[in-house]
């Protein structure tokens, strides 16, 4: 798991520093949610969901945001993709693009929604659109994230928890 502390830090340096260089926050990808994907398509069991959990717990150490949602967040979608690449015969690359929009869908509306006070808003409709982009522009970007994490464990030497291959 290494691997993905050093993932996560170079993925939390850039989530932090990059939206100071662009005019909206927004089009910067969820980087983290993406290596959360990529734990619950690859790697099984209780350390994988230990990560997920401190990828969150990072993430919100980093944001600001109410510390431990993230957290919670995470570790759903972490629970949630790896229930789908249970059930799912031979879970892809596909697959893991259509569970990191999911899963910036989700962890947009819990953020909102405890932002909020758990109770809907009028302001919901403003901010469905940036959500709905910020979801696109981070599963456009999850496939090469998937890549060079599947690189960077074949060199370092790390095997997959699952039998079945990922591609």
């Known amino acids: 798991m290494g691997l993905f502390t050093i993932a996560t830090l170079i993925a939390l340096i850039l989530q932090t520093t990059i939206p100071r260089l662009l005019p909206f926050e927004i089009l910067v990808p969820e980087l983290t949610l993406i290596l959360v994907v990529d734990l619950g ?6 350390p994988a969901a230990l990560a997920a959990f401190a990828i969150g717990y990072a993430t919100d150490a980093f944001s600001g945001n109410q510390l431990g949602l993230n957290a919670v967040l995470f570790t759903a979608v972490f629970i949630l993709t790896y229930g789908l690449s249970r059930a799912v015969f031979s879970p ?6 259509m569970a990191v929009f999911g899963g910036v869908l989700f962890c947009a509306l819990g ?6 006070g758990w109770t809907g808003s ?3 409709a ?6 709905l982009i910020q979801a696109a522009l981070t599963a456009l970007c999850a496939p090469a994230i998937f890549a060079m994490m599947d690189g960077a ?4 030497g790390l095997r997959r928890s ?3 291959e990922y591609s």
């Open 92 to 97: 892809g690359r596909v697959l893991g693009v």
């Open 41 to 46: 398509l690859r790697y099984h069991g209780i």
């Open 122 to 124: 009028e302001n919901a």
């Open 162 to 164: 699952s039998s079945r």
């Open 153 to 156: 464990a074949w060199m370092t």
């Open 111 to 116: 953020t909102y929604l405890a932002g909020a």
């Open 126 to 131: 403003l901010v469905t659109p940036a959500i």
